[in-house]
């Protein structure tokens, strides 16, 4: 990161403001089972986020009971949530095992 004092003066007082800007653009990153979680969470299908990720990883051992949740599990970048959660948006049923399938290779 890139820090930067700067002194601002304001007669009577100064002011001393320290700031840190990153240098390289951060890309946020989320799980696959939290965004089924918000995307269910959104649509009203569920109470909350954390109980969402749990029911998503008792279906993925439901229905994938031969792979690993995970390795399945990976971070996704934030223009696949973007879609994903405009695209849910308003849904009145969400299929998580076909998410899960959806989202495999991601």
């Not at 800007?21 to 269910?40: D, G, H």
């Not at 399945?72 to 998410?99: H, Q």
Request: proline share 6%.
């Amino acid at each position: 990161t890139l820090q930067i004092l700067c002194l601002i003066i304001f007669p009577p007082q100064a002011v001393v403001v320290f700031l840190e800007v990153p240098t390289q653009p951060r890309e946020n990153k989320m799980l696959k089972s939290t965004l089924i979680a918000k995307c269910l969470y959104q649509c009203n299908m569920i109470s909350d986020i954390k109980g969402g990720e749990y029911s998503v990883q008792s279906i993925f051992n439901e229905y994938f009971p031969k792979y690993s949740y995970d390795k399945w599990n990976t971070n996704l970048p934030d223009n696949v949530v973007e879609y994903f959660l405009k695209a849910s948006k308003g849904s009145t049923t969400i299929r998580v095992d076909s998410f899960i399938k959806d989202l495999w290779d991601l």
